[in-house]
């Protein structure tokens, strides 16, 4: 772990301080938007209250009537965590089947997945936009849970391989032995074994429904409307409202930063599809 | 194992699922990409409707190939991305390296530094091209105020007035303007993911040969020599695959442009397919088939690379 280096007195001090410095520049953006909420509109712009002022919780307690947030907060809820669910409920069954029984196509087929990853979501807004119109489900919930689950299906799929990979195959065949069936596999070895990975692709299925930027915006105008298409319909604020802009940009991403704290490590292996360890 | 069937039954919902995702949209774009498509047109009605009467073969790929804005959106996609990965790449390679040691609130140093991939792209636009970039009212405005304040004061100070008289009034840059919105969002969004690569190649040089590294050090290496030869070599992969994955992610950039850059000429090509979709649906399809090829060069080098390392 540690760089076994020649410790000098100099470095012992000289790159913690400079690691440190260096979060706190990346943090900052952060903690200022966070305190910035705590300040009156007409005290954000004012470069005397840059660090100290009286905080205040008006922001927050107004968010209702400033941007009806808790609506648009409904909506990025309901969709991330039923689109969360239906990524599960169709992945886990099909990283299963691969990791378990896979067969000469498995390698091609996790491969075709993931190419659909890249495919630019530009490339098919209109056909998106016409599909919906036409079935009558543009801006509604379901659409965007069914988007949202399908631009992370394939990797939630490589995830849960990854991790299912490494159970041990005598286990599942001790299983069969006592007469399990698929299902019994399943809910007795998988799930019990599985467990902590399928909970971090879960999370991260989650966090990435979330922020969520480009459908959600394009595909939505009111009823389905969420949290990412509520900041950037306020992109241009003119300095009037940096408070109240700031208050509900935090309730935003504070959740979510903090949910991401806890998946660090499932972020590399998700996002890299395991290529990295 | 003999029973096949059970395997496949699992498999189907996720395949056809992916399988209408990926075929059905970009067939009706392909389509319409070879036909005259409008959405108003009063002159000619009967380009408002779909229809294979309409085709126009490769016209609106030669529409677009001839359009100066096109290649300026292309231009300005390419601009992005390059700047992005390679300051992402190289600040997360310092960084990486300079946490990868066992040192006081090291847990916390982590969590701080990788918070701000977690930010919603919307949020992180309208945080920096406001509160932190406005020219008047954002922390440069406010930075460069209080710089020409403080040199303002120094020209009458003593022995240092005839220096700082010397120096000019700075002016802020505004960076909603066409010239400038680019480094805008390149900023924004390098803020976002150097964290994605601190954090990949952290777990890289976790597996770092530790045995070598000491040998280096008995033989004389210097930090720079071991840097040299043996991280930088060991974090080639690393690298390789941060570079696609956000090239990939990058190419497809939209929140931020559309925060940053409505109204002025800094498009990127999904913005630029944005705008056509208002109006000019055949443009934007063929646009589409450009930007499909396009990402397409990118995702078979990393497919290639991944599959290396698949069912290991």
Not at chain 1, 23 to 39: G, H
Not at chain 1, 89 to 116: E, H, Q
Request: glycine share 6%; with cysteine.
């Amino acid at each position: 772990m540690a760089i076994v280096a020649q410790h000098t007195k100099f470095s012992k001090i000289a790159w913690p301080v400079l690691a440190w410095v260096v979060a706190l520049i990346f943090f900052f953006p952060i903690a200022y938007m966070v305190l910035t909420s705590f300040k009156t509109d007409a005290d954000a712009v004012k470069p005397e209250f840059l660090f100290s002022f009286t905080p205040t919780l008006e922001n927050y307690a107004n968010m209702t009537d400033n941007y009806d947030y808790w609506r648009f907060a409904r909506n990025s809820v309901i969709t991330s965590v039923f689109a969360t669910i239906f990524t599960l409920v169709v992945a886990i069954p099909c990283s299963y089947a691969m990791a378990f029984n896979p067969s000469r196509g498995t390698k091609d087929i996790l491969m075709w997945m993931l190419s659909t990853k890249m495919l630019p979501a530009a490339a098919v807004l209109y056909p998106m936009i016409f599909m919906t119109k036409a079935a009558g489900l543009y801006d509604t919930h379901f659409l965007i849970v069914m988007v949202l689950s399908l631009i992370n299906l394939p990797i939630a799929i490589w995830m849960l391989f990854t991790y299912f990979k490494d159970i041990p195959k005598d286990i599942i065949e001790a299983g069969q032995m006592d007469g399990l069936n698929t299902w019994g596999e399943v809910r007795e070895i998988l799930i019990p074994l599985a467990w902590g990975g399928i909970a971090s692709t879960a999370l991260l299925v989650f966090i990435f429904c979330w922020n969520e930027a480009y459908w959600t915006v394009r595909l939505t105008t009111t009823e389905a409307a969420t949290l990412s298409k509520l900041i950037e319909g306020n992109r241009a604020p003119e300095g009037l409202f940096f408070g109240r802009l700031s208050a509900v940009s935090t309730a935003a991403v504070g959740p979510i930063v903090v949910l991401g704290w806890f998946c660090q490590k499932q972020l590399v292996q998700g996002l890299t599809f395991g290529a990295v360890k | 194992m003999a029973n096949r069937t059970i395997p496949r039954l699992l498999q189907t919902p996720a395949v056809l699922l992916l399988l209408f995702w990926m075929l059905v949209p970009l067939s009706m774009t392909l389509f319409f990409s070879f036909i005259r498509y409008v959405l108003n047109s009063l002159r000619r009605p009967e380009w408002t409707t779909p229809s294979i009467e309409n085709w126009r073969g490769f016209g609106n790929y030669q529409f677009v190939w001839n359009q100066d804005s096109f290649w300026l959106a292309i231009q300005n996609s390419l601009l992005i991305v390059c700047s992005i990965l390679f300051l992402t790449v190289s600040l997360g390679v310092l960084i990486a390296v300079l946490i990868n040691r066992t040192f006081p609130g090291r847990g916390i140093v982590r969590v701080l530094l990788i918070s701000p991939f977690f930010v919603m792209p919307a949020v992180n636009a309208v945080l920096w091209i406001n509160m932190i970039l406005d020219p008047v009212l954002g922390l440069q405005g406010i930075a460069v105020n209080g710089i020409n304040d403080f040199i303002d004061g120094m020209r009458t100070a003593p022995v240092l007035g005839g220096f700082f008289s010397l120096w000019p009034e700075f002016e802020p840059i505004s960076f909603r303007a066409t010239q400038t919105s680019a480094y805008a969002v390149i900023m924004m969004v390098t803020w976002q993911w150097t964290p994605f690569a601190v954090l990949i190649f952290m777990t890289s040089l976790q597996s770092e040969d530790q045995q070598q590294k000491e040998a280096a050090i008995l033989d004389g290496a210097g930090a720079w020599n071991q840097f040299r030869f043996l991280t930088l070599p060991h974090l080639a992969r690393p690298i390789a695959i941060v570079v696609m994955i956000q090239a990939i992610f990058h190419l497809s950039l939209y929140a931020e442009i559309e925060i940053v850059s409505r109204g002025n000429g800094n498009k990127n090509l999904p913005y630029y397919i944005g705008e056509l979709v208002n109006n000019n649906i055949g443009a934007a399809s063929a646009t589409g088939i450009f930007a499909v090829i396009l990402a397409n060069i990118v995702a078979i080098f990393l497919l290639r690379m991944i599959g290396k390392t698949l069912m290991e």
